[in-house]
Nanobody
């Protein structure tokens, strides 16, 4: 089992920045990829960014504005979000996928961007 705890969400204005954190505990040695997803009201959950090894991958909608990174010593993944837009408003979820293709999700953190 892997436990994930997200933090760092909040209410900001358009153009501001936020940094989300996702701390992992448990059987993290079996991690294949760690990533961020988001779900806006009335919409499907969508991919935002993930990191495999040291290589990041981003959704087109956030490319150039968001940066995913990790601190292996702290077992934490970050999502630095710059130039935030109202359309970035959503609940952001951290996900870990293990080598046996099991998925673990955090509880989510709300990000609200006002115009």
């Amino acid at each position: 089992q892997v436990q994930l705890v997200e933090s760092g969400g909040g209410l900001v204005q358009a153009g501001d920045s936020l940094r989300l954190s996702c701390a992992a505990s448990g059987r993290t040695f079996n991690t294949y990829t760690r990533g961020w997803f988001r779900q806006a009201p009335g919409k499907e959950r969508e991919f935002v960014a993930r990191i495999i090894g040291g290589s990041p991958v981003y959704a087109d909608s956030v490319k150039g504005r968001f940066t995913i990174s990790r601190d292996n010593a702290k077992n934490t993944v970050y999502l630095q979000m710059n130039s935030l837009k109202p359309e970035d408003t959503a609940v952001y979820y951290c996900r870990v996928r293990t080598l046996d293709s099991s998925d673990y999700w955090g509880q989510g953190t709300q990000v609200t961007v006002s115009s």
